[in-house]
């Protein structure tokens, strides 16, 4: 977000930035004096900053992005939005946490796993655990209902090489790379890396991720997906305005340009 304003302001824009506790205690002058904005950019993800960003958008302010694309990337409703639109994904479900899964497990000849938090967007390691068997799996739902996470999603383990991707819609920028390892993505997670590939189909990956924006309402998004044995991309998982910390300097630039643009259309080309 830092970056980003610093490419604004080189191309003359006056921008102010608030912390998401100072936008989520604004009070009715504050936000009138939101409202004479062009745009506003966020990042926020409680509930409350969320819903008043939705507010401002029917008041008709440029939101971006918009509340409820930021909504659409928590995992629940993801993962339902993604498959309607015939997302290449995991085979999914949704389960309460106090409730036993092992039945739907089987039911979906589900082994290997992730067990993802659903409500609301990840905010530790722990929200996001990989488990290598049913039994496995019911403990650690039974851990989010400890830690006082009400609903999960479980995601099939889905085998292939980690994508890591990075854009922004409608744009030229896109960045894909293979991370090192797959550490990040949970504990003991089998390495299905092949940093070898360096074969990539750019425009093939670019064209599934904007579809996934587009489905999610995002405009400026990141997340991972898998290349399967197969040659075929499966998306695993979306974000709505991610860190971009491999390539922050020309996403940035990127995400200006598209403001920018943007700005420039809903004033009608002037």
Request: aromatic share 8%; hydrophobic share 35%.
């Amino acid at each position: 977000m830092n970056a980003v304003r610093d490419q604004l302001r080189k191309r003359g824009c006056e921008v102010t930035l608030y912390s998401e506790e100072q936008f989520g205690s604004m009070d009715d002058i504050g936000l009138s004096e939101l409202k004479k904005m062009d745009c506003i950019l966020s990042m926020c993800r409680s509930p409350k900053c969320v819903d008043r960003l939705k507010q401002l958008e029917k008041e008709g302010v440029y939101v971006e992005n918009s509340g409820s694309g930021i909504e659409n990337c928590r995992r629940e409703r993801m993962s339902r939005i993604l498959v309607g639109h015939a997302i290449p994904y995991p085979v999914n479900f949704t389960v309460d946490t106090d409730k036993s899964m092992l039945s739907r497990l089987q039911e979906l000849n589900i082994g290997k796993c992730w067990i993802k938090q659903a409500d609301f967007h990840s905010m530790h390691k722990e929200d996001v655990t990989f488990v290598r068997h049913a039994e496995e799996a019911q403990e650690v739902l039974h851990e989010y209902f400890l830690r006082g996470i009400r609903r999960a999603v479980i995601n099939e383990h889905v085998v292939g090489d980690l994508i890591r991707f990075y854009g922004v819609r409608g744009m030229s920028f896109f960045h894909c790379f293979l991370p090192m390892d797959a550490r990040n993505y949970g504990t003991d997670v089998p390495d299905n890396t092949d940093e070898s590939k360096t074969g990539l189909n750019h425009t093939k990956l670019k064209n599934l991720c904007e579809r996934a924006a587009e489905a999610l309402e995002i405009e400026v998004y990141g997340g991972d997906c898998m290349l399967l044995p197969s040659g075929e991309f499966m998306i695993i998982d979306v974000n709505d305005w991610p860190s971009f910390a491999p390539c922050r300097k020309e996403a940035s630039s990127a995400i200006a340009r598209h403001v920018l643009r943007k700005i420039k259309q809903l004033k009608g080309g002037r």
